[in-house]
């Protein structure tokens, strides 16, 4: 298939000088940028006038089914969230559950521009269904360490872990790549951990973990290990695969040299970090550093939805007002850590930008609404104007999947039916 979008105004990727005319995509691969030769013949074209071409966006850390939570426990502490309102609601979710409400997720990223996530959470094969489903590009974490609630003891589940990366990396044409989750370091021990990342390095995949979230997380891995939760990861192994450490808030210098030392990919999540009153990652220092930061929304249940737009428009804004420096994190930058920072950190390196020899992730931005007109520089409206409802059109490995808001291949109205059923029964 090949397919023309023409009369766009692109961005190729942040900070990059814009320009007007035609997308060339053949297969899953964008082949011209701007000018396309007259003998390139269409099988398919899409009249992009008034529409702004970027990259699509990728989130770097999301619990995609954990929008059946949404609006559940607001307004709590970070433990009170979590232990008191979350796990709870978690037990009671089966495999099929998980299905549709990741397919809820999905559907809301793709609605709001975001072409790659990479999810970690309960009963991963049903995620991966769901992504084969969507048609979206993920890297999906699945969880070795088993903890026996009754306090007998955790166990790395090998066999199981090895299984899944089996079946599913490089899955759909690549769009799917695996790795390994290791929730946190306060909520296992240093044997199952150390345990964890080994298996990770044994079968050649990264590992997803949440790090230096909160204060109580601090203390917490201060008193278990004597070192903080970034060297402690570190003293297990974590950080000898890709690592993508969520949060990353509580860091002191120390922390952050690891990181880069490391090469670990931080993600910024601004919701959620703020609405559980947990602060929000030093993003300035872990970018002057040359750190490899993304962004991230986290789950429903903590931020209330998926929208990366937002995150762009909170990163852009929380940061000048703490630094006092309206220059701080500007929009290039923004636009950066939401495309090609992200797909560098999924282990997508030919994803985030708008170039040939790049896959053919992208979305149309309808710019013809009174809040974003007029566009006197598309990458300043990406970050500081657009909403998760002016994205018009979604094209994933070449495939269109969202056309003038129109889902291709996702009854939207059932899964939404589906999901309403499940939040009767689980969030009680």
Avoid at 31 to 38: F, K, M
Avoid at 43 to 62: E, F, Q, Y
Avoid at 110 to 115: L, N, P, R, V
Wanted: include cysteine.
């Amino acid at each position: 298939m090949k397919t023309l979008i023409k009369n766009a105004t692109i961005l190729p990727a942040g900070g990059e000088t814009t320009v007007t005319g035609s997308i060339a995509i053949e297969g899953n691969i964008l082949t011209h940028i701007g000018s396309v030769p007259e003998s390139f013949t269409a099988d398919r074209t899409i009249d992009a006038a008034g529409m702004i071409a970027m990259p699509g966006l990728v989130n770097a850390h999301v619990h995609s089914p954990m929008c059946v939570f949404r609006n559940l426990a607001d307004d709590l502490s970070f433990d009170d969230w979590l232990f008191g309102k979350i796990i709870p609601a978690e037990s009671k979710l089966t495999e099929d559950d998980v299905y549709w409400c990741a397919l809820l997720g999905m559907i809301e990223m793709i609605k709001s521009g975001t072409t790659c996530f990479a999810d970690m959470y309960l009963h991963m094969e049903s995620v991966a269904r769901a992504a084969l489903e969507t048609g979206m590009r993920a890297n999906l974490s699945f969880g070795p360490i088993i903890s026996d609630v009754r306090g007998n003891g955790l166990i790395v589940e090998m066999d199981k872990c090895a299984d899944f990366v089996s079946r599913w990396q490089g899955k759909a044409n690549g769009r799917i790549k695996t790795c390994l989750e290791i929730h946190s370091v306060y909520l296992f021990d240093a044997p199952s951990i150390t345990g964890a990342a080994r298996l990770a390095k044994e079968l050649e995949v990264g590992i997803h973990i949440h790090l230096s979230e909160s204060d109580s997380e601090l203390a917490r891995s201060r008193e278990m290990y004597g070192l903080t939760p970034v060297a402690a990861a570190d003293s297990f192994g974590v950080f000898e695969v890709p690592a993508i450490a969520a949060h990353c808030v509580k860091l002191d210098e120390t922390d952050i040299a690891l990181l880069k030392q490391k090469g670990v990919s931080p993600v910024h999540c601004p919701s959620s970090n703020l609405k559980l009153g947990n602060g929000f990652a030093p993003a300035p220092r872990l970018l002057n550093e040359g750190v490899n930061l993304c962004l991230g929304t986290d789950g429903c249940a903590s931020n209330n939805n998926l929208n990366m737009f937002e995150e762009m428009h909170l990163a852009a804004l929380i940061h000048k007002g703490d630094s006092q420096n309206p220059q701080v994190l500007p929009a290039s930058q923004v636009v950066r850590m939401a495309t090609e920072n992200g797909g560098k950190a999924l282990g997508f390196s030919d994803v985030g930008r708008l170039a040939p020899g790049y896959k053919a992730d992208l979305i149309l931005i309808n710019a013809n609404q009174a809040h974003l007109c007029p566009v006197n520089d598309p990458c300043s409206a990406v970050v500081y104007s657009v909403q998760a409802g002016d994205v018009d059109t979604v094209v994933i490995d070449g495939e269109v999947v969202m056309r003038g808001r129109r889902l291709a291949k996702i009854d939207e109205a059932q899964v939404i039916q589906k999901v309403c059923g499940i939040a009767q029964r689980v969030c009680d």
